[in-house]
């Protein structure tokens, strides 16, 4: 009886062990987590700190999913090493477990703010659920944060500060806007108005340059008193939470003698050049559609596709993982949704873009197009036809002649044999739409 192994309980994990029992019911199927907890969802920890939700209430799979699929968890358990050669791994503290497949799907971590007094308690990163649990039972005693990172992370940080009832909030930007990964400035802005009428503040061009320490002794439970920023500006904060980014945890198959670039090298079928050894999610690399570049992405929805790819593989299915979106990222901040798909920055020779923006609804759609196709969208306030446009750029369907009613939103289906119907009666925007002007 064949036994897999995978190192890490979250979205491409489980979707590993997921694919394997269903070609390999017999199977031995063991996952290791450094975590202790059940499976769950990272994308709902900013419920956790705005207090409403729990444990339970972020939970992606049942609580008896182990038992029900036959799997065995070691969850707590931190691996050591992999030995490649051996075809086994070595936990902390000893233990050997041997493997016919590994897939290592251990995630990313927060880059830190590498700035003194970033060890300070009160000085948080944002990514597991000790941290938000960690972070909503602070904030019950703070009346001031400070939130490093304008993106996705760091601002439903910053709005979960307000709902769970921090008094002021500031979030601290290099960027010009928000979101700079994800909309262009004008799109931004909208979103930062709806947060600002939350009561959150904002700093734009600047980094942090120390954590300050609280003196003496105090009712507080937090040791950081200040934040100090590159101008020298201080802000009060009873706790602060980094949004930097992320960093592939790839260190064990780099020790283990495999290739990793930004993150761990993949081929089509989800495996390393190390033997019998798979990777998926975001200690991974992956391929632009668009592009077709390789490049480091921490997609929720990319890490369940690449896992499932790596669980049929691992088990004798010859299933291949193609280009991929990676750049697709879709969220609501203070009321405002907003979708960005594809290559939304996109400019020069063959490149056209255009903008339709309604000041009144709070509606905002720029669309990006490269040689008749469309690359890249941006919508803020309406997002009824995502879907749609995230499917032309996802197929690279041409769309010339169609530019005009994609950009007014009068498109209500899509054939994918390439027709695509204009919807009469919708009526356009009451301002102007932006020339399709080459780059």
């Known amino acids: 009886m064949p036994r897999y192994v995978i190192i890490g309980n979250s979205a491409a994990g489980i979707t590993a062990a997921e694919a394997i029992r269903r070609v390999s019911p017999g199977a031995a199927v063991t996952i290791v987590d450094q975590e202790p907890h059940h499976v769950y969802s990272r994308c709902l920890i900013p419920e956790v700190v705005a207090g409403m939700a729990g444990r339970q209430d972020i939970y992606f799979r049942p609580a008896d999913f182990y038992h029900r699929l036959n799997l065995e968890p070691l969850l707590g358990k931190r691996v050591d090493r992999i030995e490649a ?36 308690k009160g000085v948080f990163t944002f990514r597991t659920w000790d941290d938000a649990r960690a972070i909503a039972e602070m904030a019950a005693d703070a009346e001031e944060a400070v939130v490093i990172g304008g993106g996705l992370v760091s601002l439903k940080a910053a709005v979960s500060l307000k709902k769970r009832g921090v008094h002021r909030v500031t979030v601290v930007v290099k960027s010009r806007h928000i979101l700079s990964r994800q909309l262009d400035r004008q799109g931004a802005v909208l979103v930062q108005e709806a947060l600002e009428a939350l009561g959150i503040q904002f700093l734009f061009g600047l980094n942090p340059r120390k954590f300050t320490e609280r003196a003496g002794t105090s009712r507080k439970k937090s040791e950081v008193r200040a934040v100090i920023l590159e101008d020298g500006r201080e802000i009060q904060a009873d706790l602060v939470v980094v949004g930097k ?14 290739k990793v670039r930004r993150g761990v090298a993949v081929d089509g079928h989800q495996r390393t050049d190390l033997p019998a050894i798979y990777a998926a999610g975001d200690v991974t690399e992956a391929t632009d559609v668009l592009t ?14 690449q896992g499932r790819v790596a669980g049929l593989n691992m088990a004798g299915e010859r299933c291949r993982c193609g280009g991929s979106l990676t750049r697709l990222n879709a969220a ?29 609804k709070g509606s905002y759609r720029r669309l990006v197009f490269r040689e008749g196709r469309l690359v890249g969208a941006i919508l803020v306030g309406d997002i009824s036809r995502a879907g749609i446009y995230t499917a032309l ?9 169609y530019e ?32 399709f002007s080459r780059g």
């Open 292 to 305: 077709g570049e390789t490049v480091q992405s921490a997609l929720w929805t990319l890490a369940m596709e």
């Open 332 to 360: 609501e901040l203070g009321g405002v949704a907003f979708v960005s798909v594809g290559l939304v920055e996109g400019e020069g020779l063959g490149w056209k873009q255009g903008v339709c923006f309604d000041r009144e």
């Open 404 to 435: 005009e009613d994609l950009l007014r939103g009068e498109i209500s289906a899509y054939r994918f044999l390439g027709v695509v119907h204009s919807q009469t009666g919708t009526g356009a925007p009451n301002q102007a739409i932006g020339d």
């Open 85 to 120: 050669a051996k075809r086994r791994l070595c936990l902390e503290g000893g233990t050997e477990i041997p493997y016919d497949a590994l897939l290592v799907a251990t995630g990313a971590r927060p880059a830190r703010a590498d700035v003194p007094g970033e060890n300070l």
């Open 393 to 401: 750029i996802r197929r690279g369907q041409q769309v010339t002649g």
């Open 245 to 258: 980014g992320v960093i592939p945890n790839a260190e064990l198959i780099r020790e283990a003698g495999g």
